[in-house]
């Protein structure tokens, strides 16, 4: 009974939250919603850096939490100033490396675990504020209407999900990686292919071809390269948490944390980022 009604609440957060993001993304080509979806962003980034400082104070390491916020902050606001103005196309590497340096000079007055501190604080660097700001070039595409992307990675994204705890629920019976997540399944993670696949196909089916230069090959590859990336980045978050010895990345009602919501998009934004714009 109690999971029936965590996964109610579940399904009525998802709801509204898939609705403001709808809507958010509809309507991002307005002046006012451009700023808006830079502050929505940064916010999520912020929050997602919060709870990958707390689980690397599981393992008791620390790292500047307003300074890596900043970071996090001025990575996503110079790949948005480069979704608006290519010939900035060079900021986001430069902030990246200011960040590096900054690392590197924080820990010369305490060199125990400066490789630990180092290396995990650029690895939340990478992990969250560059994916986080790469929607914006994506969204802002110079030669397409970015947003149907953004709707296609969200879609082939959440169905891979979809098909995956649902197939693993009902019919999963042999442990995909059960020492990383008890709760994949073989099964699950071939539904999620198959949940994919159909996602694609249909956004195909009612894609308009005039705003939208997508075709079947497309809907097939992609759909499986990022279904696949999908459940890797959804195992790789399960990575950090089994490894802090930690259930949810953070405590929010019906979703558990912010990582938990976004970890199959992690790596499927530098994905698509790539095959588009690389």
């Known amino acids: 009974m109690q999971k029936l009604s965590d996964l109610k609440n579940r399904l009525l957060i998802s709801i509204v939250i898939i609705a403001f993001v709808f809507l958010l993304i509809n309507f991002s080509y307005l002046v006012y919603l451009k700023i808006a979806s830079f502050v929505v962003i940064s916010c999520l980034g912020c929050l ?102 953004i709707f296609y990675l969200l879609v082939v994204t959440k169905f891979t999900d979809i098909g995956g705890y649902f197939g693993g629920k009902l019919f999963g019976k ?31 089916f009612f894609s308009n071809p005039n705003v939208f230069d997508f075709n079947l090959t497309m809907a097939i590859s992609l759909g499986i390269i990022l279904s696949g990336f999908s459940q890797i980045g959804d195992l790789s978050e399960s990575l950090l948490k089994r490894d802090a010895k930690i259930k949810d990345s953070s405590s929010i009602p019906g979703i558990g944390g912010i990582l938990d919501m976004v970890d199959s998009l992690m790596l499927n934004i530098p994905i698509l980022y790539c095959y588009l714009l690389g």
Do not use: C
């Open 174 to 204: 042999r442990k995909l990686a059960v020492h990383i997540s008890s709760n994949k399944t073989i099964f699950g993670s071939v539904s999620g292919f198959f949940f994919a696949l159909l996602g694609s196909s249909v956004f195909l």
């Open 48 to 149: 997602a850096g919060l709870e990958f400082i707390n689980i690397l104070k599981q393992k008791q390491i620390v790292i500047s939490k307003i300074f890596f916020l900043i970071f996090i902050i001025s990575e996503i606001f110079s790949f948005f100033i480069f979704s608006q103005y290519e010939e900035f196309k060079i900021l986001p590497i430069f902030v990246f490396l200011v960040f590096v340096i900054y690392l590197f000079l924080s820990n010369f007055k305490q060199i125990e675990n400066s490789i630990l501190r180092i290396s995990t604080a650029a690895l939340g660097f990478l992990y969250i504020a560059i994916p986080f700001g790469m929607l914006f070039p994506i969204l802002y595409m110079q030669n397409q209407d970015g947003r149907y992307w």
